[in-house]
Every structure is written in structure tokens, then in C-alpha cells.
């Protein structure tokens, strides 16, 4: 099997044709110099050993080099064997609320911003466990199922905004429901979801979600985003400019307030904890810390192929080429003149 380690610096390999149209413009450029210097019976005078025939096959040493230069730094890679690795960890569903009111910015940057951030900063640190996002506001959905590559979780989870789920609300409920029919119930992995909202007008059926997820022997934490006394909720206009606060239909401004009641009482009866979000704390951190204690648990193997690196087949080459354009001359010789008429490359 053959691959390369850096696919995207083979676009270098573009840059050959300017290059080629850059040293014959600048060619003929030099050209239309020395004639409207000098005649081509006094140019032979004027430059006695000078060689076409040099001058092109040294150009030729350059762009053959500068390619092999770029195939090498795409790192061509060889595929020597295929083992098969075992996979473990546990399952994890993150509930992240992307209702209005987690734009209040009671917790830095914002609360939905600080979310995504220790989201992103927890999927860093994942070996082997699954992660999932669903999002939920009035209703919920899956923003990405359960997965082990990380780096498209973090490039999902970086889309995710106040836009995501137009319904306004908060289906705690919904997203509990939707987390344990998104898991493998069948698969004997550990499973747990953690529910991160500021747990504000909830609805929906919260305590029958609940049964539903400890029947299926699933974990629920939660982590409370806000504060308990209320703060407004900004409103931003489509270019992300702050046009106001949030009001009701009597023109009063409406707060936000953390109802650290209801989560509590969803992670008390899912077997798992409670978090309160503060500022310069990350509490996905404490809750990982906690799942890292559940024993792992084998759901499947994976095929991995070992590479081997042969870019130096194709550096060695780029260097010895160069080396050869370096110590080569401009002079005239016998053996470029011969070589120049068979290859049609100019006379000396």
C-alpha cells in the first residue's frame, strides 16, 4: 500500500510551469539585451564560451530537483504490514444546550463558548472512548454520532452556534431520549451522558427520560452553565455585532437564571453528578476524571497498516542534482557541444 504522510504539498508540484515560464521569459529578456547590444557576429567575441546548451540543461537540473524536492516533503510513505488492534473505552454522549439563552455571557466568553471550549478541550484528551454531540433546544438532534476520530468531532463541534436547532426551548428530555436510542444498547460498553445547559424552562417528560437512561444502565452528569440571580440574554445581528438585550412582549428586559434545582436532581437520579460551571475551571476535566475510573471495555477491532518512509528516494536525487547544477559551469566544452546537437538544446 502506498500513500503520502503530506498529500497537500504536492501541490507545489503547480509552481513548475511558472517557474519554466519565469527563466524563459527572463531568457529572453537577457536575449533581446545582448542583441540590441551587439551583433551575433560580435556577440561570439564579446561571449567566447558561452553555452546555450549548459544554460538549458542547468535549468532542467533545477525544476528536476525543486520536483523532487516536493514529492520527498510530501513524505512518500510504503505500507509494510497490517495488524489488527484491539479497540476499548466507553461510550459518551455530550447534551450541549444551544438554546437562546446560552449566549449570556455570565461565564467568559459566553456560556455557550465556554461549553464548546471544554468540549474541545475533553476530546483532546479521549484515547480510545467514543464521543458524541447531540444539541438540543427545543428539540434535538444529532450533531454528530458516536465516533472515534476526533478531529472531525472538533470540526462539528466548531459549527455548532445558537442557529443550530431553530425550535426555541429546552428538551432536556428530547436530548436524554435521543442520547440513549443513539447508543449501541446491545454493545456491553460503559455508557454515560452529560448534559451541559443552564437547565432553563425545561421541558418534556424529565423524570421518564431519566428511567429510561438507568434501565439501559446509563450515567447522566450534568454541568450548570450560568448564574441563580439572572443576567440578560444579547441579542447579535447576522455579522455577530451585539444589537441589544432580549425583551418581552412588555418591553422589559428578560433574564436568564441557572436552575441548579432540576439538574441536580437529573444527576442524583442518573447515578452520576452535578457540576457548576465557574470561570477558569473546566468541569468536563473532574468528569472525565471520574469515567477514566470505569473499567474499558473491548468494542471492536480495527485494522491499522504500519508505513515506512521513503521520501529519502527521492531527496537523495534533488540533492545530487543540485550539486551538479551548482559546479556546472556557463563555458562552452566538446562534450556539451556533441550533446547539444543530439538533444537539439542550442548551439554552443
Not at 461510550?91 to 437562546?100: A, C, G, M, N, W
Amino acid at each position: 500500500m502506498f500513500r503520502f504522510e503530506n498529500p497537500e504539498y504536492l501541490y507545489g508540484l503547480f509552481a513548475i510551469p511558472f517557474l519554466i515560464a519565469i527563466f524563459w521569459y527572463a531568457g529572453r529578456t537577457r536575449k533581446r539585451a545582448i542583441n540590441n547590444f551587439a551583433e551575433s557576429s560580435l556577440q561570439k567575441v564579446i561571449l567566447p564560451t558561452y553555452s546555450k546548451a549548459k544554460n538549458r540543461i542547468k535549468l532542467i537540473l533545477l525544476i528536476s530537483a525543486f520536483a523532487f524536492l516536493i514529492v520527498a516533503a510530501a513524505d512518500p510513505q510504503i505500507g509494510t504490514k497490517v495488524q489488527e488492534v484491539k479497540q476499548e473505552g466507553i461510550d459518551v454522549y455530550i447534551d450541549l444546550d444551544v438554546s437562546l439563552s446560552m449566549t449570556a455571557q455570565d461565564i467568559k466568553p459566553s456560556r455557550l463558548q465556554r461549553a464548546k471550549f471544554q468540549i474541545a478541550s475533553l476530546i483532546k484528551k479521549l484515547n480510545g472512548d467514543r464521543i458524541g454531540l447531540i444539541v438540543f433546544a427545543g428539540a434535538a438532534y444529532v450533531q454528530f454520532p458516536l465516533t472515534t476520530d476526533y478531529s472531525a468531532a472538533n470540526l462539528f463541534l466548531s459549527a455548532v452556534d445558537v442557529h443550530s436547532v431553530p425550535q426555541p426551548g429546552t428538551a432536556i428530555a428530547d436530548a436524554i431520549n435521543l442520547s440513549v436510542k443513539s447508543f449501541d444498547l446491545k454493545s456491553n460498553t460503559k455508557k454515560t451522558i452529560i448534559i451541559i445547559t443552564d437547565g432553563e424552562d425545561h421541558q418534556g417528560d424529565i423524570n421518564k427520560a431519566i428511567k429510561n437512561a438507568v434501565t439501559n444502565d446509563i450515567k447522566i452528569y450534568t454541568i450548570g452553565l450560568g448564574s441563580p440571580d439572572g443576567v440578560p440574554i444579547p441579542i447579535y445581528d447576522a455579522s455577530g455585532n451585539k444589537i441589544g438585550l432580549k425583551k418581552d412582549r412588555n418591553g422589559e428586559i428578560v433574564l436568564t437564571k441557572l436552575d441548579e434545582i432540576t439538574l441536580q436532581e437529573i444527576a442524583k437520579k442518573g447515578n452520576g453528578k452535578y457540576y457548576r460551571a465557574v470561570n477558569n475551571q473546566n468541569e468536563l476535566d473532574d468528569i472525565y476524571q471520574d469515567l477514566s475510573s470505569i473499567k474499558k471495555t473491548e468494542f471492536g477491532v480495527r485494522k491499522v497498516t504500519d508505513y515506512e518512509d521513503r521520501f529519502y528516494y527521492f531527496l537523495s536525487p534533488a540533492i545530487l542534482l543540485l550539486l551538479i547544477e551548482f559546479f556546472m559551469t556557463n563555458k562552452t566544452s566538446k562534450l556539451f557541444t556533441g550533446l547539444s546537437k543530439k538533444l537539439n538544446l542550442g548551439n554552443e
